[in-house]
């Protein structure tokens, strides 16, 4: 649902740019689709961090793994994931709302990202700034320490099985989450650091469509 959810943010509105030829998009269109994007990939990324600790509780914990990962528990990690995701999306957008724009409004970007919006702005975005990368740590680096942890512990459960049958059903039920979350990640970091290094707006909206239309 979050994926479907996430290409239907911004895949018409690319489609419309190509097949007009009109690039434009309102205020409040921007900041609708900004919005909807947070949403959207902070839940992804936040479901990706469940998956793995599912995923590890299922291999390194498996007699445990119905008592752990019971319907009310995992009911209560896609809420929280939800929750965390509107209410980052609400504060961003609250905050870049304050700001006030310059006459050059031209994003070098397919899509509204928050990153390339703050830098079209012509007062200080030092708290904006501040809260981006606060929540970045937070949430992105949170999720994706999880994650390596999980396989790490799943990596060292899987070599200790005897049999190279229990090996390969173990990696196979982990094996299409892990090239998602390789793929996601690779992908994002490859996005925001080339961004800050390069400046190449042609690479990262090469990048970008590789995690908000194929990674889906």
């Known amino acids: 649902l979050v994926d479907f959810c996430l290409v239907s943010t911004l895949v018409p509105k690319m489609l419309v740019n190509f097949l007009t030829h009109n690039k434009a998009i309102s205020y ?94 012509c007062t200080d975005t030092l708290i904006n700034n501040f809260f981006v990368y606060f929540t970045t740590v937070l949430l992105g680096a949170f999720p994706f320490t999880g994650i390596i942890f999980s396989y790490t512990q799943i990596c060292s459960s899987i070599l200790r099985v005897p049999s190279t049958g229990g090996k390969c059903k173990a990696f196979s039920t982990c094996g299409s989450h892990l ?16 961004s800050s290094v390069t400046g190449s707006s042609w690479k990262n909206s090469v990048a970008s469509v590789m995690y908000v239309v194929v990674t889906p």
């Open 179 to 194: 090239c998602v979350v390789l793929l996601f990640y690779g992908t994002v970091l490859g996005v925001y650091l080339s």
């Open 28 to 121: 409040a269109d921007c900041l609708t689709q900004m919005y909807f994007f947070m949403v959207f990939t902070c839940t992804d990324n936040l479901l990706l961090g469940v998956m793995a600790y599912d995923r590890f509780v299922a291999i390194c914990h498996p007699l445990s793994y119905v008592t752990i990962m019971s319907p009310q528990f995992c009911g209560l990690l896609v809420f929280l994931s939800w929750t965390i995701s509107l209410l980052n999306a609400i504060l961003h957008c609250l905050l870049v709302m304050r700001l006030l724009f310059c006459s050059e409004r031209e994003i070098p970007h397919f899509y509204c990202d928050l990153t390339p919006v703050l830098k079209l702005s």
